[in-house]
């Protein structure tokens, strides 16, 4: 398969996603940096590419372009089954998905950088309420991921069974994003224990904000 090209800022945690992915199925690519607080992604150039201005965008050797990193991820799975990111059964892969996306779908979309910026310019929040949101709304998330894994029978060592998976990925990644904010773990045995698994994996280190080229 030709190279990739993975536009992407070190701390984010949907580009964190997508480079865990590529590393699990020990896909090569070029990676782009992109800085989101010195407005890089809103530059002309990268317009061109991404009209939407967000990161990641994987673009392709035909030189197509996917963005969002849940459906990234899922064509990865697809065009490079091994290691399998989805269960095989339907079931499976429903739950998997549901838990992916009470992070990626709930948690996140509140908490990216541009809604913490926009709270500040349309709203005069200071340091400490932006905090206070983020808090607020990963543990709105947090408290019911960790009841299901807790109370379910198909949770193992990761989020589903004893591989890691699309969900342990989402997990990885928010729980990286949220320790920058000092959210307390202590509530959250189960969803440490699976992010710790998840960290003792070479894919999830190599893929780690600290390990990226643009990492400050």
Known sequence: MSELIL??????STSYRVRIALAMKSLDYSYVPHH????????????????????????LDDGRLLTQ???????LDEIE?????LPKDALGRARVRMLAQMIACDIHPVNNLRVLTSLRALFGAGDEDVVNWFRHWVNEGFLPLEKILASSPETGTFCHGDTPGLADICLAAQVTNNARFGIDM?????IARIN???MALPAFQKAAPHNQIDAE
């Open 69 to 75: 990193s849940l459906a990234i991820i899922e064509y």
């Open 186 to 190: 202590a509530p959250y045995p189960v």
């Open 196 to 198: 710790a698994a998840c």
């Open 7 to 12: 536009h992407n800022y070190y701390r984010s």
């Open 81 to 85: 089954p091994e290691p399998p990111l």
């Open 36 to 59: 989101l607080r010195h407005g890089e992604h809103l530059e002309p150039d990268y317009l061109a590419i991404n009209p939407q201005g967000l990161v990641p965008a994987l673009v």
